[in-house]
T-cell receptor, first 115, second 113 residues
Framework: NAGVMQNPRHLVRRRGQEARLRCSPV?????VYWYRQLPEEGLKFMVY????????ESGMPKERFSAEFPKEGPSILRIQQVVRGDSAAYFC?????????????FGPGTRLTVT | KQEVTQIPAALSVPEGENLVLNCSFT??????LQWFRQDPGKGLTSLLL?????REQTSGRLNASLDKSSGRSTLYIAASQPGDSATYLC????????????FGKGTTLSVSS
């Protein structure tokens, strides 16, 4: 069984460009979480999605960030007009429909560098 | 607002030593606590999960304890090995209806042979 897959693993963007991060959950998992890990910081929750629905986006910055989890395909975290402060590791986690929220399976992360 | 703190931030030990990693949380009303391992360039692996009603959990050379009333947990690693070198993260889950794990910054462990 493949675990959570994230791509790309490393992404370099210039200031002002857009970054699109993809997350393919464990097969059969319909819930996805995105976390951000800034340098020297712990992982911070950003958003929780089910297929075609945003359940909790309380950790998402108000501007430039958006997330989706379409009926088909991976979940996408989109960052518009990136700034240097967006440089971080972005982790995706998934869980099955009937498992509790604390049983999250994490992907390897995407390291975003903004130059 | 729940905050999770881990001490020390980094630890270096020779192979074979027993060691303790510490985690504290500000709000004792948690549902459970997990210890994760993070290897460079890889995802997080859950090591131990302690429910709020439990005092400790063991897996192999790892033992995690929880003192909910004082807001503390420890991860004890016996007979450390170079392969234990990684960052160890503590995370709390605040309630059954909750969404997200709340993480500490981690302790980076280096075990030398």
């Amino acid at each position: 069984n493949a675990g959570v897959m994230q791509n790309p693993r490393h992404l370099v963007r210039r200031r002002g460009q857009e970054a699109r991060l993809r997350c393919s959950p464990v097969k059969g998992h319909s819930h996805v979480y995105w976390y951000r890990q800034l340098p020297e910081e712990g992982l911070k929750f950003m958003v929780y999605l089910q297929k075609e629905n945003i359940i909790d986006e309380s950790g998402m910055p108000k501007e430039r960030f958006s997330a989706e989890f379409p009926k088909e395909g991976p979940s996408i975290l989109r960052i518009q007009q990136v700034v240097r402060g967006d440089s971080a590791a972005y982790f995706c986690a998934s869980k099955g429909p009937l498992t509790p929220s604390y049983e999250q399976y994490f992907g390897p992360g995407t390291r975003l560098t903004v130059t | 607002k729940q905050e999770v703190t881990q001490i020390p931030a980094a630890l270096s030990v020779p192979e074979g030593e027993n060691l303790v990693l510490n985690c504290s949380f500000t709000d004792s009303a948690i549902y459970n606590l997990q210890w994760f391992r993070q290897d460079p360039g890889k995802g997080l692996t859950s090591l131990l999960l302690i429910q709020s009603s439990q005092r400790e959990q063991t897996s192999g050379r790892l033992n995690a304890s929880l003192d909910k009333s004082s807001g503390r947990s420890t991860l004890y690693i016996a007979a450390s090995q170079p392969g234990d070198s990684a960052t160890y993260l503590c995370a709390v889950f605040t309630d059954q209806a909750g969404t997200a794990l709340i993480f500490g910054k981690g302790t980076t462990l280096s075990v030398s042979s």
